[in-house]
Nanobody, 118 residues
Framework: VQLQASGGGLVQAGDSLTLSCAAS????????MGWFRQAPGKEREFVGS????????VYADSAEGRFTISRDRAKSTVYLQMNNLKPEDTAVYYC????????????WGPGTQVTVSS
């Protein structure tokens, strides 16, 4: 499984940004797709995740209400739409894939930087 996140950049507080994660590999539909982020000096944290079918998403408290995760099965791509961004959302954002019976995420993409200026 290979993952490639894209869409990061420099935005201002209050702006919106959508990240994409293109997934490829065998049986990708059997994985749960997750978004994580790691801010400077902090541990990596879970943002949210989604299943390919039925496309149900769950979110961390920090993301609930401002972030939306969706997927396009035809494109094997997962999206993280982020609204009303805050400086504390500044981080490297990663997408990851978890086999449905695995207790942890098995594959990670290289990450994309999101910087929110105040």
């Amino acid at each position: 499984v290979q993952l490639q996140a894209s869409g990061g950049g420099l935005v201002q507080a209050g702006d919106s940004l959508t990240l994409s994660c293109a997934a490829s590999g065998s049986r990708i539909s059997m994985y749960v797709m997750g978004w994580f982020r790691q801010a400077p000096g902090k541990e990596r944290e879970f943002v949210g995740s989604i299943t390919w079918t039925p496309g149900r998403a769950v979110y961390a408290d920090s993301a609930e209400g401002r972030f939306t995760i969706s997927r396009d099965r035809a494109k094997s791509t997962v999206y993280l739409q982020m609204n009303n961004l805050k400086p504390e959302d500044t981080a490297v954002y990663y997408c990851a894939a978890q086999w449905r019976t695995s207790p942890e995420y098995n594959y990670w993409g290289p990450g994309t930087q999101v910087t929110v200026s105040s």
